[in-house]
C-alpha cells in the first residue's frame, strides 16, 4: 500500500481503543479473522442500523430478512459456486507461499483479474515472471496458476467423517434471499418491483488475506436485491446506483474519495456491474458491488430444486421469472473506509493530537461527562447526576474521571466521541448566573459553550438523529 504508514497506525488505533483485535490473538492469530471490540462493535451497529434504515424503513417496497447460514448442498451447485467460484493461485517452488496471481499482476499495472479463464491468467503470467517476486522469500519461481475454489466447507449433519457431500458455508450471503424469494411472495404478496434486504455472514478461502479488514475469510455483507420485470432493469439499476451513493455520503465519507467502476470482465452471474469505490490508504478499491443478474439465481434454482419460482402479476395473471438487481457491501469494508475517513491528526492547544472526525450518528460513544476535578465530592455527585440524566436521553454516554482534564479530551478525540460535557464550580453556582449549566465541547474545533443541561440533551439528539 502505497500510505502504509498511515494503515498501520488505524490498525494500531483500532487495536488499542478496542475497535478491532486480530482474532485468537493469544494462540498466534488466525490469518483473516478479526474481533470486533467494544467500541468497534458500537460502531459496526450504527453503520448497520444506517444501512437498514435506508434500505428497508425508508423505503416502502423492500423486506428485511435473516436467513439461516448452512444451506443445502446444491445450493452452491445451483448458483455457480461449486463449479466457477475460484482465484487463480500459485506457490513458490522455493518457499511454498501462495500467492494470488490476478492480484499480484495488478500491482506490476497488468489488467488481470479472477475471471480470466486459467489459460489466460498463465499467459500473463508467464510474460511477467520475472517481475513477481515471492512476498516471504523474494525468489521468482513459482508454479503454474490453478484455479482455486474458495467455498468453506463443513461437515455439518455428516457423522461418517468421510466429508462425500460438505455442507458449505455461505460463499455469498445473498444465496438465503433467493431461496427464500418464494416464501416473501407467499407471505407477503408483493407486488413488483419489490426488495429484500439482508445483513449475513460469508466466508471465503481466500489465498492471501491482506490489508487488515479489506480482504478476510470471514466478513459480513449487507445485501439488497430488488425483483424487477424482465428486462426493465435501465431505469431501476441507475436510480440504485444513485441511491447507494448518496448513502455512503449519509455516513460523511467525503465524496471525492468515492467513485464508480464498471466491470470489463463480468463474472458468471451478472449482466452488468459496477463497483463503489474508496480511495483507501493505498488507493481506490472496492466496497460494494452492484449487479444486474437478470434471471440467472431464480432460474438456476428453479431448475435444480424443480419449484416453479415464476411470479404471478396478480392484475394481469402474467407469469415469468424476474430479474434481479443486486447491491452487495462489505460490512468490514465500509468500517475501514469509515475509519481511514475520520482519522485526522491536528494541532490543538499547541499539542498534535489524533482525532477520528466520525459523523456523529455512528460515533460509538456519543458524549463523555466528568468532573472538572475527581477529588471535589460535590463535583463528582453532580457530575454523576448529570451522566445519569443524559443516559436516559441517549445511552452511549461515556464517564471519565481519569486525569487532566485535557488527557480525557484527548482520549474522546481518538475515539471520535463528538461531546464532552464538564461539570465545574459554576455548575455548582460559584457563579450564580451559570447555576446549573455545563460546558459542551466540541470534537472538531475544540470550542466550548455553557449550556443547561436540557440543551445539552437537544444537542445531543439533533446531532446523532
Ligand atoms: N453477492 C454478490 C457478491 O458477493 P462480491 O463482489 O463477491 O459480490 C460483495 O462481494 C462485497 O463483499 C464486496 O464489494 C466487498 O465489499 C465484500 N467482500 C468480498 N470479499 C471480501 C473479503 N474477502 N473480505 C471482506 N469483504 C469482502
Partial sequence: MADQNLMEKIVSLAKRRGFVFPGSEIYGGLAGIYDFGPRGVELLNNIKKSWWKANVYDKDNYYGLDSGMFKHPRVWEASGHVGGFADPLAECRNCHARIRVDKEL??????????MSEDQINALFDQHRDE???PVCGKKDFTRARAFNLLVK????D???????????????????????????DSMSPKIPFGVAQIGKAFRNEISPRNFLFRTREFEQADTQLFIRPNENKEPYEAIKEDRMAWYRSLGISEKKLRFKQHENLVFYAKD???????????FDEVEGIHDRSDYDLSQHMKFSGVDLNYTDPETGEKYIPWILETSMGMGRVFLAVLCDAYHEDEMGGETRVVLKLAPHLAPVKAMVSPLLRNKPELVEK??????????????IAWDDNGNIGKRYRRQDEIGTPFCVTIDFDTLGETPERKDTVTLRHR????????????????LTDAIS
Avoid: H, M
Avoid at 463443513?154 to 449433519?157: A, E, F, H, R, T
Fill in 106 to 115: 495488478a500491482k506490476i499495472g497488468v489488467a488481470a483479474d479472477e475471471k
Fill in 132 to 134: 513477481i517476486a515471492c
Fill in 154 to 157: 463443513s461437515n455439518l449433519g
Fill in 159 to 185: 457423522f461418517t467423517s468421510e466429508g462425500a457431500e460438505p455442507v458449505y458455508l455461505p460463499g455469498e450471503a445473498c444465496q438465503g434471499i433467493y431461496l427464500d424469494y418464494k416464501n416473501i411472495v
Fill in 273 to 283: 456491474a459496477w463497483d463503489i469505490e474508496y480511495e483507501f490508504p493505498g488507493g
Fill in 383 to 396: 457530575a454523576r447526576e448529570v451522566f445519569a440524566e443524559l443516559k436516559k436521553v441517549v445511552p452511549q
Fill in 444 to 459: 472538531d474545533s475544540g470550542e466550548q459553550e455553557r449550556l443547561t443541561l436540557e440543551e445539552v440533551k437537544k444537542r
